[in-house]
């Protein structure tokens, strides 16, 4: 079954406040670490699937998905670009210097819906969940968000900003863009805040306070398989 899933740094956890509760329901990046970039080996780029993303206000991003090094997470997020599920989510955690990540929300999350959009959740293509991957978390990488269980990601997917080497290992990289660095820069460093809502979790809705949220609301309006 699906976790409800968040987006804040690991071994910093949301709180949930009910009933004196917190839950561990976090579709989460680690926190940012200094780059140490080495080597890259057996990096397979071959047969790339090119994919545009396209915003509600009209910037474009273009990226490479990589199937030869991680299949499953490129077939998942294919599945989801085909069934048109990233058509109107937001990018809803927004790190300057780290990450932007999305795929999860829409934007009823402004109004306090914390509840993320379901999907069923995949193997975590990494190495330390059995897979070798030496894609490495270098500046507009594409990686898949999870919880702190290896096989928890779904839909929730994110770009990187900077190299971060503390990433490589323990999330599923499957691809780079290939156009829109631009995009990504003004995205990472623009305002962010605090956002107040709700989600339910096990039938019981809890209080919440998401981070780092983009301070206007930055929409997908689609994202495209092109040749």
């Given at each position: 079954m699906n976790t409800i899933l968040s987006f804040i740094l690991a071994l910093t956890m949301f709180s949930v406040s009910g009933c004196g509760a917190k839950k561990d329901t976090t579709e989460n990046t680690p926190t940012p670490a200094p780059s140490a970039q080495t080597a890259v080996l057996d990096v397979d780029k071959s047969d790339p699937v090119h994919?545009?993303?396209?915003l509600e206000d009209g910037r474009e991003m273009k990226a490479d998905l990589y199937p030869n090094i991680a299949p499953i997470s490129v077939e998942n997020f294919v599945k989801l670009v085909n069934e048109k599920f990233y058509d109107g989510m937001i990018f809803h955690r927004c790190i300057d210097g780290f990450m932007i990540q999305g795929g999860g929300y829409d934007k009823t999350f402004y109004d306090g819906n914390f509840?993320?959009?379901?999907t069923?959740?995949?193997?975590?293509?990494?190495?330390?969940?059995?897979v070798?991957?030496?894609?490495?978390?270098?500046?507009?990488v594409l990686s898949m968000a999870r919880t702190q269980a290896p096989d928890s990601a779904t839909s929730q997917f994110f770009i990187m900003h900077k190299d971060t080497a503390?990433?490589?290992?323990?999330?599923?990289?499957?691809?780079?863009?290939?156009?829109?660095?631009?995009?990504?820069?003004?995205i990472?460093?623009?305002?962010?805040k605090d956002l107040e809502g709700?989600?339910?979790?096990?039938?019981?809705?809890?209080?919440?306070t998401m981070n780092d949220v983009p301070a206007n609301p930055?929409?997908?309006?689609?994202?495209?398989?092109?040749?």
């Open positions: 994919i545009k993303i396209v509840n993320q959009k379901e069923a959740s995949i193997k975590g293509e990494f190495k330390q969940n059995g070798e991957n030496n894609l490495k978390h270098t500046r507009g503390s990433l490589d290992g323990q999330y599923a990289a499957f691809g780079e863009l290939t156009d829109g660095f631009d995009v990504l820069d003004e990472a460093s623009g305002e962010t709700q989600m339910t979790y096990q039938g019981q809705e809890y209080d919440q930055i929409v997908i309006k689609t994202i495209e398989i092109v040749k």
